[in-house]
């Protein structure tokens, strides 16, 4: 164990080896590699399993780290600090503690489970601070638009108000009063577009309430379905009959979901003409898809982690989408501790709604709400990791 200079004379380098090449190990892995900790350092020898298909251990091949079947391999190497097992067997961690050598520590499965959960701590905070430097970005670029719309309408006024004037001088000839009319039809129009933005830029003020989502997907994708015949695009609606009350301001959301639509809608391949709009739980978050259909068979609720479902279902790309309603959209769903997530599939253009499975505030309103659907209310966790 040797104190590095990298950042701090504080931090320290430990060289550790996993005994257990599961998908605890696999997990940990991801989560080392990904979120590396503040003041320490810890440096993965290898990874110690009988099984060649085990999950830590092919991630481990994958990403360049040694590995083995019997874990007293790893004993050989002088700069070995720790073994961390992961097996769950307490038969393996005796003969691992009888078998070491004197200098090397060892952290049992239980152990492990607690630095799992402080590496945990330490993702939710980044994701968290990206998160919050994302709002701060979108509030200064409404900050930003506020002022530019605000400074151009009082020329706009002052163009307006002359060119009225000109008309309604009796001097002034007929053929300069209809280009006058050009003018002021040009300035209304513009005037228009300025207090759209002014509207649209207003800090929005979410009015949360119990939700029956079910109810109002309902009702919504009914609505998007007569949107869809102006357009000529046929839009299917799959939702699971039993998701939880959650709480969320209808209106907002039921925004971000039309704006959404459109904008598939607009930028689906031009021989598609069919929409495939989901609502479904996963884990502790309720996920609304909307993608091209193609006769997409419908999947089933994910039983696996988060992370899985994007790695192995759907590509997502970076957020170069910035235009002002994808910000808009962006903060009503941050707002409600959700996101929204821009990808692909097959090529295929797709967008992800997530929106925390919260049970209601008032929960004998929520009780109401369940019963009239005829089930219990959601037990679901009272928060999400963000």
Request: aromatic share 4%.
């Amino acid at each position: 164990m040797k104190k590095g200079s990298e950042k701090s004379n504080n931090i320290l380098t430990i060289n550790a080896i996993f005994v257990g090449g599961g998908k605890g190990c696999r997990d940990v892995l991801r989560l080392l590699t990904t979120y590396p900790l503040r003041r320490l350092k810890i440096h993965i020898i290898g990874v110690a399993d009988p099984r060649p298909d085990a999950p830590g251990r092919v991630l481990a091949e994958e990403i360049g780290i040694k590995t083995a079947d019997n874990y007293r391999e790893f004993f050989k190497y002088p700069e070995l600090d720790l073994v961390i097992e992961l097996t769950g067997n307490d038969q393996v961690l005796e003969e691992i503690i009888a078998s070491k050598p004197r200098k090397v520590k060892v952290l049992d499965h239980l152990g492990a489970r607690l630095l799992w959960e402080i590496i945990e701590i330490q993702e939710d905070r980044l994701i968290l601070e990206e998160r919050l430097n994302a709002a701060e970005k979108i509030i200064a670029v409404g900050q930003l638009v506020y002022r530019v719309t605000h400074e151009l309408r009082n020329p706009l006024m002052t163009i307006g108000g002359l060119t009225r004037r000109i008309i309604l001088d009796p001097e002034t000839p007929y053929g300069i009063r209809k280009q006058m009319e050009q003018i002021i039809a040009s300035v209304e129009d513009m005037e228009k577009a300025i207090t759209n933005i002014c509207d649209e830029v207003q800090p929005i003020k979410p009015h949360f309430a119990p939700t029956d989502i079910v109810r109002a997907m309902k009702s919504w994708c009914k609505g998007l379905r007569y949107e869809g015949r102006r357009h000529n695009i046929e839009i299917r609606c799959v939702i699971e009959e039993d998701l939880p009350v959650i709480v969320m301001d209808k209106a907002l959301i039921a925004q971000v979901l039309w704006h959404v639509v459109e904008f598939v809608m607009e930028n689906m391949d031009k021989d598609c003409r069919k929409l495939l709009i989901q609502a479904r739980l996963c884990l502790d978050e309720i996920l609304i898809v909307i993608e091209q259909d193609d006769d997409i068979p419908v999947k089933p609720p994910y039983k696996g982690k988060k992370q899985q479902v994007q790695e192995t279902d759907y590509t997502f790309l970076p957020s170069k989408h910035s235009h002002l309603w994808m910000a808009l959209c962006r903060k009503i769903m941050f707002d409600h501790g959700g996101d929204i997530r821009i990808g692909t599939r097959g090529g295929k253009l797709l967008v992800i709604l997530e929106l925390p499975s919260k049970p209601a505030a008032s929960e004998p309103v929520a009780r109401q709400v369940e019963q009239k659907r005829g089930h219990k209310l959601s037990n679901q966790p009272t928060h999400r990791r963000i």
